[in-house]
């Protein structure tokens, strides 16, 4: 049996890239990679949860973001640990969330939600590759006439 080596060579090249899209593992678990880039980011409060361990207090918010490329939604978690100290992270975010937000004064909690804000997004390296954070919430999202526009 003759073997055209060329044809053979070509078919192997073929392969090979093929198999450079894939991403088939074996003996290995897929790594992680962030969906958010590095930078700002727009995003909207989804839920917001009231969680207590026996260590610590904490809200956490459900922030949801859209990928236009990719015509999908990612979602991310944000702890705020309750604190009545004036220039805390919680007390700093909720006067830029909320109007009349007074620290250790209830509030309703659903005032939150539905609120586009803007964050920081930072990754952050885990066992299993790295994933999107969210490192500030900087307050509620001012539009601008671009985005009017859009």
Known sequence: MKTNLMELYKIAQQVKKEAESCNIMIGEFLKS??????GTATGTITN?????????HFMRLHIAFYLKEQ????????ALFYSTAINSE?????????DNFVPGEPFNKSNLIGKIIDVEIEHKAVDN???AVINKIYGKHEETIEEFAM
């Open 33 to 38: 990679k962030p969906h958010l880039p590095v």
């Open 71 to 78: 015509n999908r939604q990612i979602n991310i978690k944000k």
């Open 90 to 98: 919680y007390v700093m975010t909720m006067r830029e969330l909320l």
């Open 48 to 56: 917001v949860e009231d969680v207590k361990t026996e260590r610590a």
């Open 129 to 131: 590759g790295e994933i």
